[in-house]
Structure formats: structure tokens, C-alpha cells
């Protein structure tokens, strides 16, 4: 009968032991994958693609000051520009013509409005006073010979021939 048992006790342990193998075999795979996953991960980063917002833009009836919303290489932001005007500007940057200064003011997500170097002029639509554009979360509204631009729950600024406001 003792070797009965001896032969018992040597199959369940040969069990017993292949399972702590494979158990084993299992939590080394486990942790190669994990590794593996996160270099992996590190090398190649996600490349969820930003949703560019719809364009919107306007321009006050005399066509002085032109705005625009939407989405370029450095993210969303509300741009205007101002043909003529008479407020003071900062100092011209380097690299920036005086001509290409002081119009053009842009105001980008979770920053604050800057003036920027800039070569163009925005011509859009006309919209009456108390008319406005919105796209994400910028909006842009016309009030009387200005136009106030903001991001919500963020900065904005009031632009017109006398000034620009940042408030």
C-alpha cells in the first residue's frame, strides 16, 4: 500500500509542479508584454489627430476691421486685423516690417491676445452691429465700431480704430 500512495503523491506533485510552470511561464510573458507595450508606446506616441474648427469670419461695415476663427499648424484661434488705426503699438520685433505691425492681433487657445507679425489683411463678410461669429469655443461679436473676440472660459480683447483691449 506505501507505494501506492508513493506513486499518488509523486503524479499530484508532478501536477502541481508543471501548473506553478506554467503559472510562472505565464507572469514572465505577462511582464515582457507590459514592458514591451509601454517602449512601444514611448517610441511610436499617439497621433490622435485635432479636429480643425469650421472657419468663421466677419468684418465691420466700413471694412476697417476684419476677423476670423479657425485652426492653423499652432491650433485653434481668433485672429483681427484693423486697416487703419491710431492706438499705440509694443516694439516692433525683429524680423517684422513696421508695415506688418500692430494690426494684426491673435488671441489662441488657453493664451493671452498678442499682436503678430503679419503680411495680410482678413476681408470677410459684413455684419451689423450686434452680430456674431462663433466656431469651438471662440466668438467673435460686433459692437458698434469694434469688435470684441473671446475664447470662453479664457481670455479676450476689444479691437477698434482708437484701441485694442485685452480684458
Not at 517610441?43 to 492653423?72: E, R
Not at 459684413?126 to 466668438?139: C, H, M, N, Q, V
Request: proline share 5%; net charge neutral; charged share 15%.
Amino acid at each position: 500500500m506505501g507505494w501506492l500512495i508513493g506513486w499518488v503523491w509523486a503524479r499530484i506533485s508532478n501536477v502541481f509542479g508543471a501548473v506553478a510552470v506554467l503559472l510562472l511561464g505565464a507572469g514572465v510573458l505577462c511582464g515582457v508584454l507590459f514592458v514591451v507595450g509601454n517602449a512601444v508606446t514611448g517610441v511610436f506616441p499617439s497621433t490622435t489627430a485635432q479636429v480643425p474648427l469650421a472657419p468663421a469670419s466677419m468684418m465691420t461695415v466700413d471694412g476697417n476691421i476684419g476677423c476670423v476663427i479657425g485652426t492653423d499648424g499652432q491650433g485653434d484661434f481668433a485672429r483681427c486685423d484693423v486697416a487703419d488705426f491710431n492706438y499705440a503699438v509694443p516694439a516692433l520685433p525683429s524680423g517684422c516690417a513696421p508695415q506688418d505691425f500692430g494690426h494684426t492681433v491673435v488671441l489662441r487657445t488657453g493664451q493671452e491676445p498678442t499682436y503678430v507679425c503679419a503680411q495680410d489683411f482678413l476681408l470677410a463678410t459684413a455684419l451689423p452691429t450686434g452680430e456674431s461669429i462663433t466656431s469651438g469655443k471662440f466668438s467673435c461679436k460686433r459692437v458698434e465700431a469694434s469688435i470684441s473676440c473671446r475664447e470662453r472660459g479664457g481670455s479676450r480683447f476689444t479691437i477698434s480704430r482708437a484701441e485694442f483691449r485685452i480684458r
